[in-house]
């Protein structure tokens, strides 16, 4: 592995661009931040200036910079296929935030042109298969820990969202972090999705549905059950179990620390998915920079950005529909063996 | 409140006639048992020998023996509407294991004769409502800690099963103590019900369904989740968590004690519902003598088993039908109000 | 095991005697109330009332009252030994609460009358054997789980106590029940003891060590270390650790249930005492009752309460000279075998 | 903040020194490593490879390179003073893994040198001040959560050593950490120290006191209590609670994951201080990096380095002479504030 830095350039630095541009900055070795591009011209030359990188007037300068050896996209999910596509035609790895894109035919582009480039370029950020307890659950379920996978549970609750949060970005924002948690820890694709909007919070906008209950199965009939709560109010928190034929694996709570007082022992949680995933975070760029300094690509690839729209955009008909969709099931490209 | 004994009869005296025989004689104040039943003639005997009660050769001598005050029905549940009727025509009190009957009409028989009867003087045996860990919940639900209810997920899970099992003995065995735990703690009835059976463990036989997921709603919207798991193998596993707009709540782990060695953290969790919910059966057995004695019913009633029955029919229906089942709500009697 | 109840007089009716009223009347089998003694006569002929027994003018008449089979002593422990005495010159069986004498002349007084006598009536409150969470430890020791014992850490802490409780109270009153945990988990007796205070609490009495730490030892050497605090203001809060040559075993949290809002877990503690060893309260006394009908005696005996007696004096001479004090080994009279 | 690589020189590259290796190399920002030096000359040089160093003949050679701007001192103990004095005479920042030096001499030496350079150059490699968890218990405390701290009681067990391994070493080589922490969390000196060794365990040499514990007082008269046992067997465990006047704080259980079957509930937990204290090593070395690009010293200085070995040389005379020994309280330079 080569000790020169890889420079790096950061497209869109609202919350979670300005948190990579500080990983890559500060947290992770063997690469530094060269330049940025954000519509807010003002934030990014602040930006820009603690980080010793230049800030510049359009993202496809950032992609074409000669001081730029691969490109993280954190800008709004419409942007991310032309963006992206970009990355490929200059040849530089890219790494994109979830989603790989919000349309079917625009990630089949995507995979289209990567294939076409003869290279592996393209990560998408699904930062989780870097968490600790992710991985446990997955080291469990293959050492046999508990047999074969059954049903797989997930909750996943947010504080809150803004009043523009749609029902359908529960599916496209939230619950594609489920789809693809489900597809790696199976090892196989969702064929089917129906959500079940109950009782609603009075704490959320009138025209979002909030909960949600989405009920899943795969290829081999395992039911993956995913409760989606933007509003769920009392903090962040994501769990997840796997239901296996002899036993079961879960996250842990993750709790921070703990003080007593007053007969009530009292657990600090993670404020929100910027805590919470923090580390997972870390290790997803850190290994993302390795990857690309070995010459090897890791990570969720383009056909995982495919097959997560392909089933967030399923479970968006059926939010609308109220029915059962069915999930056609894509054949994997020899390329992303 | 009297301090004579209350002279308990108990009819069907298999595990849980002959748990229920324990408590009485052994586990309880206030009460004995004095009259036993059972086919089984030889064990019943013997049973009656180590409480100081007699085996009687029919139930119904058991039911109205001048010893006997009141009647414990643990036979099997097709049995279970016709002693009832009969404890009512006996105006005796009685405690009638779930389900109160198998079906909806032998039900309304048994509320039909109570009100006729003029007095309550039916319990049905939903012992997790004297459980520590579901009146917490209760009581935390009623305090306002975690805003109203939305969601209620729960799993269900028992170490195996005789092969006779059936899938829809899951329902009327198994889930309707959830359905009744769901009535209890919304304090509202089940609009509708559907089950789906994904992925089948190798582990059961081939007729029956296991796992199940069943989904019911409320009238008022509320979700109810139930993973229903008859051969999960690793232990006896129930577990509640309602999620409230503000917060949610749950049931412990139930663990009952640990040791630590070779880097694993060993807890031991309870090998089955008798271990599990001993403390419930014995406050439930001790709460209905202690109500018998001051006059007041107490704990579910036959209107209680009546609405069990009416949802876990649907569930049944479900099972066979794979689709979504309404389930009418009846309007409840002022008599038990 | 005859079905005749057991007819119990209980003498001295405060707090925990009047728990002890509720607990032969309402929560265990076998057994009725049937006399009080208390000075507060009021109070007395109160509680007498509701369980259907007399009050009556002193303790003696309590105990050689031909309507009492059986007598619990809950006065305060001066009285402990004169009472037993009667009650082993009556040859009625007799369940002293701790301490079974503040002397150990008192209580070398009551084993030389209990042998005379010629067998086995009184046994001492020492709740804690009668715990579910200290039986597992119990049990994971003698499996062989951990190993051999090498130290046990124990920490007692107390919401808060009246001004009048001293340094020696919290040898006497509290450290004792530690005394014999430790002796009933490692089969062997205490030999040494010191006591060092070293930072107090400012919510105690200036007059009284608070908290203290107890370091003692067996005679094969384990450590056994005890935090008694009995103004830790956040709650009771009792824990035990057995650390092994090969691994630990602890008793689990004691937590009674948790709702989660606003980024915190909230889990409740007990309150007190009474709330945490209720079940263990209630498994003594049944255990008691059932021990004099099998004509059995189990649970803590003379020889038990004469060795936590001299250890708690030993530790009372330890706080006042802040020296360490050898604790001489007592030979076990075959009797108590 | 200059964006230039800080580029690192390490002395020792055995467990712990390969270790930093490749945290300098691979995990953290800003640094690189240049220069290596150890005895084993062939390990060295394949480590050098790894990271694109050079391995150089001496320690001296490193420490003076043009290369290096900055130092880890990961050699055995006795060469740390030399080593740092060596840093200091060549205006270097170093970061001395723990002890600072054996003997209270050779660190006074190391401050003298410090101070008379003018500017703080040494950090001592007490890296549970970056753990999560030791954190959120200095802020609980700091936040006046549990009132003021009364009682500090620590865990230090390790699964096993090689037979050289001394009682001694337990002390300088183990307590050493629950001293530097009871330091920082309690900001207060040691004045008091007395170790108890009691039964042995069957796993150690003969030669070797296990487990030991350490009573040791602060200068307020807080008691810090620390189970040292470096051949517990079953795993790493290292435990922390401070006991408040109002509540207690303390480490979570620190477990890595976990699946039930088989009726228990098997949790994993650190198997070595590698694994345990892996985060904390690393946000040590990159705060390490950050202070020197920022010119500002962090984390444990000379004067912690000092204060810590002072007081493990008492709790070697401690184990010695088995008596209490009293630990002089030395004046902070205000170089040090």
Known sequence: MTT??????????????????????????????????DVATDRVKELAAQVGAVALPTASEVINSPDVDAIIIASPGEYHAALTLECIAAGKPVMCEKPLAPTVEECEAVLAAEQAAGRRLVQVGFMRRNDVGYRHMKDNLTAGNIGEALILHCEHRNPDVPDSFT??????????????TARWLLGEEIVRVRVIAGKQTPNAASHLNDPQLVIMESQSGVIISVEVFVNAKYGYDVRCEIVGSNGVTSLGTQDLGQFVSDTRRTVTMPANWRVRFGDAYRAEIQDWINGIKA??????????????????????????SGETVEVPVLEKPAFYA
Not at 4 to 26: F, K, P, S, Y
Not at 167 to 180: K, L, N, R
Not at 295 to 320: C, I
């Open 167 to 180: 029902s359908e970005m529960s599916m496209t924002d939230s619950v594609i972090h489920e789809i693809d």
């Open 4 to 37: 020169e830095l890889v420079r790096v350039g950061i497209i869109g630095c609202g919350n979670i661009g300005a948190d990579h541009i500080d990983r890559v900055a500060n947290q992770i070795s063997g690469a530094r931040v060269t330049a940025l591009f």
């Open 295 to 320: 010459g090897e690509p890791r990570g969720a690839n383009s056909f995982d950005g495919l097959a997560a729209t392909l089933v967030a955009q399923a479970a968006v008909r059926a939010v609308k």
